[in-house]
């Protein structure tokens, strides 16, 4: 399936710290989009990369696609606490995509 | 802009009861999903409705989940009768499309308890 898989489920870090999320998937894809889930919210999008871009930049954000081994990874820069949450990504086909189990980022103030 | 609105937003019956739960789309978006979340998990889809019509329901458990998008702006998921194992977030989402893998946005969530 193009289910994503995010690796590690935890990551745990200092603010002012880089984190940096990593995401696998089995098929070809159009794009891949990366999520945000606060806890006990809903899901809010952060960035999407189509799948002919390698590298893409959303204010301290930096995500890549390396379509070829069918992986890709979000880097937050200087994290904050309010960075906190559950990091998801989801690898897009032409009709749908599927959410991976995510990400457990805890920032620590 | 409004968002994807979910209400209730919590829920708590009894075993062998009904349920139900409504999504307002954000306007225009024509696609709309049903996801149901269980703790520590991510999103699994229930059904996917394009305007009116259900283009993909192949996760919905027919025996005791329907929806329905009359008109193709609300939608209305219902569990009859409800189990304990249904205890979790119900979210809606909606898009402008799905052709091209579109930015979902989400409302809030349901979240289910059943005793």
């Known amino acids: 399936s193009q289910q994503g898989e995010e690796d590690p489920q935890a990551l745990s870090i200092q603010e002012g710290e880089n984190a940096t999320m990593n995401c696998s998937y089995k098929?070809?894809?159009?794009?891949l989009q990366w999520y945000r889930q606060n806890s006990g919210r809903g899901l809010v999008h952060l960035i999407l990369?189509?799948?002919?871009?390698r590298e893409k930049h959303s204010g301290r954000l930096r995500v890549t696609l390396d379509t070829s081994k069918k992986s890709s990874s979000l880097l937050i820069t200087a994290s904050r606490a309010a960075d906190t949450a559950s990091y998801f990504c989801?690898?897009?086909?032409?009709?749908?995509?599927?959410f991976g189990s995510g990400t457990k980022l805890n920032v620590k103030p | 802009e409004a968002g994807v609105v979910q209400s209730p937003r919590y829920k708590i019956i009894e075993k062998k009861q009904p349920v139900a739960f409504w999504c307002n789309p954000i306007?225009?978006?024509?696609?709309l999903y049903w996801y149901l979340q269980n703790l520590g998990q991510g999103p699994e889809l229930l059904i996917r409705y394009e305007n009116e019509e259900a283009v993909d329901d192949s996760q919905l458990p027919k025996d005791r989940f329907s929806a329905e998008r009359l008109k193709g702006v609300d939608s209305t998921l219902k569990i009859q009768p409800a189990e304990l194992g249904d205890s979790a977030v119900y979210l809606c989402?909606?898009?402008?499309?799905?052709?091209?893998?579109?930015?979902?946005?989400f409302g809030p969530g349901t979240r289910l308890l059943v005793l």
């Open positions: 306007s225009g978006h024509n696609t």
């Open positions: 098929t070809s894809i159009n794009n």
């Open positions: 989402a909606s898009s402008t499309g799905t052709a091209q893998g579109e930015t979902q946005y």
């Open positions: 990369i189509r799948s002919n871009e």
């Open positions: 989801a690898p897009a086909g032409f009709n749908k995509f599927y």
